[in-house]
Structure formats: C-alpha cells, structure tokens
C-alpha cells in the first residue's frame, strides 16, 4: 500500500512562485520565454532498502539558467515543459495600441540582434504609454531584468503595477512571485495571496496552482486543505502539471477527496508526461509495488530515472534499487524508454517556442 504525506512546506515556501527564466539561444531568446503568459519499500525479490513516501508538490521545478551541457538542457527543458500549460483560453481582450505591441513581439520571434531587441523595446514603451497592459508588463519585465534596455527596478515595478491595476492577469501572477520571493519586494505573504487570487480568478492556471500551495501550507490565508484541493484541481484541470500531480496525491491520501487510486495514477499520468518529478516518483511507486498497477519495473526504472534526472536523490537510491532486479536487457531497455521520452519531451518544448503572447 503506498502510503501518502505532504513534505514540509516551510522549506519549499522560499521557491513558491519563482518566475522561471531559461536560456536557450542567447538573451532575446530570454526575453522571449520571460514574457511568454509567460512509502512503502517496494516489494521485489530483492526489497529495496528505502522507504518511499508519495510526495506533494509544493512548488515547480526550477529552471537552470546559464546552462553549460547538453544533458542539463535536457533536464531544464523537462522542467520547462512541466509548467507549459494549455488553457481554453477566452476571446481576446481587445487592448489599446496592441498592433504596435504585437510589432514588438514579432521582431522578437523573428531576429534574436541586440539592435532587434531594443527596437522591440520602444514598441512596448510606446504601446505601454498608450495603455496596453501586456505592453506594460513586457515593459516592466524589461527593466526589472536590464533586458534589451539598462535595468531599472523602480521603473519597472511602476510598469508592472500598472499593468497589474488595469487586471492583467499574468501581471498580478508575476507581483505575486514577487511578494512571495521577497527579493525585488519586501517579503508579505499576504500581498502575495492577494495578487495569486486576483490571477487565479481570472483562471490564470499557474496562480491557481501557487494559491493552492498557500492554502496547503496556510501562507498568506488560512490554512485550509479543502480549498488548497479546489484551486489545485482548477489548475490540474487546465493542464497545470504540479496541480495535476497534487491531485493524484489528494486521492491517493484519501484527506479530501474519497480515496480512489485509479483517479491518483490518471493524474499522476498526466504530470509525469509532462516531465512532472513528483509524479513520475509517485507513478515509479506504483509500477514497483504493483497493486495500484500491475508491477512493472521497467517501466519503474524509466520514470524513476526521469524523476532523478531532475535532482531527486531518493529517486535516484530506488532507481538503484529496481536496476539490481533487472537482466541487462530489461535495463536497456528502461534506459531506451527514458531516453526516448526525454527526446519527445525537448521536442514538445521546442515546438511551443513560437506560442502567441
């Protein structure tokens, strides 16, 4: 029986909405992603020496910057697409000036010049001026990250607010990074609650997924699993990869939802094939114990060693394990199925590159 428990969430508050930067072709590239809206020991003959807990995620994974292997883009890119979500998006508001805000992101999408980059710059100040809240928060990223303009963190933030106050959504997303952070702004928990809900009414699934964690972890708003399971299935539902893997630990607890483990692993799934770590250690756990799922432990090792791949030492104690249970064949072709879906998955993320803002 796989047993389930939050991890402490004290330790992981630090990182909670972290605006996730990636380098991937030099800094216009950067501002391009910058912008973008934005248990039980497993029972083998040979019985593993660590006992696993299915774990909570509390906060995405981080994105390398400054990344110096192919192995490591690789795990950030994973990482990266773990966040992309895909969301049935309402009609479009209709914004001043956003022509001259959309000339500025096709220079962006089209030429990677420091000299493109500052012209895409004076289109968003000038579409900013004019009232264009995406333009605005462009703007304000811009400055707070000295990217294709010198960096300014008043004029930034100024851009930001404002941005922020006409309700742009991935604006008050990111203020709410920011509060929670507290680097650029002094630390408050409960500014940073404020500005995740205003987000996350907006069905904003990121700043869903980020108000659940603060109910989870009672920051900023009482402490309430129930309501953490709410925002947390809003974002799971919009295909928010962290939610979707909390979900599947919420059922499989059985602390909110009636425990049913057959809805834990479909969402555990749904994370893991995003390149989601928990998940796919949760998902490892399952195939290695095999009562959830029909043991499997090839295709344990494959989602283990996806999960370690990520940073995740214990992942990496029971991917050990399981390997010293396999022939050298079934070995090969765990790691055949690892390495083709970290392939698949850099494949996915490269084709969302050129996304609409």
Not at 51 to 71: C, H, K
Not at 115 to 125: L, P, R, S
Request: with cysteine; net charge positive; charged share 25%.
């Amino acid at each position: 029986m796989i047993s389930c428990s939050f991890i402490p969430m004290n330790a992981l508050f630090s990182r909670l909405m972290k605006f996730q930067f990636l380098f991937r072709g030099g800094f216009v590239l950067f501002l391009l992603l910058s912008l973008c809206a934005c248990a039980k020991k497993a029972e083998t003959e040979r019985t593993p020496a660590v006992a696993v807990t299915t774990r909570m995620s509390n906060a995405a994974p981080a994105l390398a910057t400054n990344i110096s292997s192919s192995a490591a883009k690789s795990n950030a890119l994973i990482a990266a697409v773990s966040n992309s979500v895909k969301v049935a998006a309402p009609p479009k508001p209709v914004y001043p000036a956003q022509e001259i805000y959309d000339q500025g992101i096709a220079l962006i999408k089209t030429n990677e010049s420091t000299a493109t980059a500052e012209q895409a710059i004076k289109f968003f100040q000038e579409a900013a001026d004019k009232g264009n809240p995406p333009a605005q928060r462009a703007l304000g990223l811009s400055y707070l990250g000295g990217i294709g303009i010198k960096k300014n963190v008043d004029e930034g933030l100024k851009w930001l607010r404002k941005s922020a106050d006409a309700g742009y959504a991935d604006a008050q997303f990111k203020l709410a990074s920011l509060y929670a952070r507290g680097d650029i702004l002094p630390k408050d928990e409960n500014l940073a609650a404020e500005f995740a809900r205003k987000a996350a009414e907006q069905g904003h699934a990121e700043a869903e997924y980020n108000l659940g964690t603060l109910y989870t972890a009672g920051k900023g708003v009482p402490k309430d699993l129930k309501e953490a399971a709410a925002w947390f299935k809003k974002a799971a539902e919009a295909g928010q990869a962290s939610a979707q893997s909390n979900i599947g630990v919420l059922y499989a607890n059985g602390e909110v939802f009636d425990k049913n483990m057959d809805e834990a692993i479909k969402w555990w799934k749904k994370a893991a094939e995003q390149g989601q770590p928990s998940a796919q250690f949760n998902l490892a756990q399952a195939l290695t114990e095999g009562k959830a799922l029909p043991k499997d432990l090839v295709e344990a090792y494959k989602w283990y060693y996806l999960s370690a791949q990520q940073g995740d030492t214990q992942a990496a104690q029971l991917r050990d394990a399981v390997a010293a249970e396999l022939d050298p064949a079934q070995l090969a072709d765990a790691l055949r199925r690892a390495r083709q879906f970290k392939s698949d998955l850099v494949a996915k993320w490269q084709a969302k590159e050129d996304v609409a803002f």
